[in-house]
């Protein structure tokens, strides 16, 4: 019996040694005969969020392979990053995501000397929030929240977050799929703050939510460019910039910037404590801030770029668009997600939870 | 001492696959954030109740729904030549060499208000054929971000592993056996009901089986067939690992209470098996 458990102990040890020698020979044949290979770099981003051809571009220059991966909530990159599930040089969570990696200690500082072009940032942008001194994020992308809708399937222009839960839109409502963005909703129609840890105001907004769940067609991300570029549905709330890419297939979409106040966001690019690539994803962060990338990028998704340079670069009907470039008062209505202390965030789990089971 | 030397990769690849991670679940399903062993996991469970029962109930209905469609469909294609029942088989395959979520957003795009389904109805006429009738004002069957199209998403993932287990019973059933019968006296029906179907039923037990457990712990289906409006199971353990608060261990307490539900429902089914022929499906 124990000379089986000593085998067994060994093959499985053997094992787990051939898989890892398995790793490392395939990294090591993954670049292209012929070109030299400088390793490579492992991205995880946002689906449909790039334009890919620049990732080829980008291998092309450097020599750098690309292994490129999409997430689609930062909830769901926060978990495989956690679980260790996977080693990912370059991450490009939201505001509030960064400011809780940087509390868990999940973030390594930059070395700003490899990223030369952040000098071409947009000074507003730079030392938020979410990262006070800046050591560890380079936005990539930001944007507003609105209400997109289907000018052909509503009666009235909406002007507020009320539209979001008026009965006579029932069947034709998307909401997010996501507690922190659809609380979000309701929290601001309440007119409370996203950043609310108040427990009575965010069980109202759940209580809301409910009473919404009815009306509610479907609750989505991103499978609402689908619905709506169909007209299967009438309103939903998501970003600016996915509204510009709806539209230019179906014209009978317009954007609604909700008197409430709106959310603001920002996503940067962060390299995860332990990246085992961190020069190859201090590049890979420059080559994404250079003047031409950032065209190609925003061309392909419409969202707001940080990069003062790419915005001379625009047409002036995109850089002078109010609400891709919003002025001080805009602005001013606008609140960012905050990073919520440990029991507001299992609140909202299980007001969630709340929420999806509530039968009506 | 030979045979026992081929198994060794199996039981290798059970223990680093299998029950390694069987054992990681109870792990955490016990322990705390903190890394202190609790119950505290278990003894909130009750506020999930309704998500369970939902989960069994649609489980339930959907392992019906796939004994109803997936035996009549295996007993008469054994009866066929071997030449159909070789293209019929090909047939019930096919459609797994595709991935899951595309064969799912497949019926997303069939089953939408504006879908094609919907589309088609419209141009034949139907619509107006019944605003005609009833004096009614339908534009469109509503299936989408339904229940019932959950549990078509069920049935239509997992309805092969219903027809290939009773196929392959009643297919190996010795014609002899009924010859029998039949020499005895027994019409069409008796054959069936006191032979065929007797002989079948380890092919239905592991068909069971087979479509119950991954339809009660799906997840992908109730969000994308069912408009993320109601939480199956699938669902409140994925949340856990990949919503706001990031909690494995209540969502390996919930995976393993699920576990033990399902075993405690086998192991009932199986006795109820026995009966009929030592079957152990497990």
């Keep these: ?360 | 001492m030979r045979n026992r030397a081929l198994a060794i990769p199996y039981v290798v690849w059970m223990a680093l696959f299998v029950i390694a991670p069987l054992i990681l679940i109870v792990i955490y399903a016990f322990t705390a954030k903190d890394g202190g062993v609790t119950l505290s996991n278990f003894s909130n469970m009750g506020q999930y109740f309704p998500a369970f029962r939902h989960s069994f109930v649609l489980a339930v209905i959907a392992t019906l729904i796939c004994i109803l469609i997936g035996y009549p469909l295996a007993y008469f294609l054994s009866k066929e030549s071997v030449m159909v029942r070789k293209v019929a088989m090909m047939l019930i395959m096919l459609p797994m060499w595709m991935n899951f979520l595309l064969r799912t957003y497949a019926w997303m795009s069939l089953l939408d208000d504006n879908g094609l389904i919907n589309q088609f109805l419209g141009s034949i006429g139907l619509f107006d054929l019944i605003n005609g009738i009833f004096g009614t004002n339908l534009t469109c069957f509503h299936m989408i971000n339904t229940q019932g199209a959950i549990i078509l998403g069920m049935v239509y993932n997992f309805l092969p592993f219903m027809i290939m287990p009773i196929f392959s019973v009643i297919d190996k059933i010795d014609p002899k056996v009924i010859e029998a019968a039949q020499d005895l006296g027994a019409n069409n029906t008796m054959v069936f009901r006191k032979v065929i179907f007797p002989l079948s039923l380890p092919g239905v037990l592991s068909g069971v089986t087979m479509v119950f457990i991954p339809s009660v712990s799906t997840f992908a289906l109730s969000r994308l067939l069912g408009g993320g409006k109601t939480l199956l199971l699938g669902d409140l353990i994925e949340m856990q690992f990949l919503g706001n608060a990031y909690n494995p261990h209540l969502g390996s307490a919930i995976a393993l209470v699920m576990m033990v539900i399902v075993l405690v429902c086998m192991a009932i089914m199986n006795r109820f098996g026995e009966g009929e022929e030592g079957v152990a499906v497990l």
């Design chain 1, 1 to 360: 019996m124990k000379k089986t458990l000593a085998l067994l102990l060994t093959t499985a040890l053997a094992l787990g040694l051939s898989l890892t020698a398995c790793g490392g020979t395939t990294s090591g044949t993954a670049s292209t005969p012929g070109t030299e290979s400088k390793g490579e770099v492992n991205v995880y981003n946002w689906g449909v969020y790039i334009d890919e051809s620049v990732l080829d571009e980008f291998t092309a220059q450097t020599g750098i392979k690309v292994n490129y991966d999409t997430f689609e909530s930062n909830e769901s990159m926060y978990g495989v990053l956690k679980n260790d599930g996977a080693s990912y040089d370059v991450v490009i969570p939201s505001d509030y995501m960064i400011s809780r990696m940087i509390e868990e200690d999940m973030l390594e500082p930059l070395d700003f000397a490899n990223i030369p072009n952040f000098s071409d940032i947009d000074p507003a942008l730079k030392n938020p929030d979410y990262d006070p001194e800046n050591l560890y994020s380079v936005p990539y992308m930001w944007g507003l929240l609105g209400i997109i809708y289907n000018t052909t399937l509503v009666s009235e222009t909406p002007t507020s977050w009320a539209t979001m839960f008026d009965a006579q839109y029932s069947g034709q409502i998307l909401m997010f799929n996501n507690s922190r963005d659809a609380l979000g909703v309701a929290l601001k129609y309440l007119g409370y703050s996203y950043n609310t840890t108040d427990e009575a105001q965010i069980k109202e907004a759940t209580d809301l939510l409910i009473k919404q769940k009815p009306l509610v067609q479907s609750y989505v991300m991103d499978e609402i460019f689908e619905k709506m570029q169909s007209g299967s549905a009438a309103i939903g709330a998501y970003y600016y910039g996915d509204y510009l890419t709806m539209a230019d297939v179906n014209p009978d979409l317009a954007f609604c910037l909700p008197e409430e106040g709106t959310n603001l966001y920002v996503d940067a690019m962060c390299i995860p404590k332990g990246a085992e690539n961190k020069a190859n994803a201090e590049a890979f962060i420059n080559f994404m801030c250079s003047t031409a990338v950032g065209t190609a990028n925003v061309e392909e998704t419409w969202y707001s770029s940080p990069l003062l340079s790419v915005r001379e670069e625009l047409d002036p009907e995109v850089s002078e668009d109010p609400y891709a470039y919003p002025d001080e008062e805009l602005l001013a209505k606008c609140e960012s997600f905050k990073n919520l202390p440990q029991e507001t965030l299992t609140l909202y789990d299980g007001e969630w939870t709340r929420l999806k089971l509530a039968s009506n």
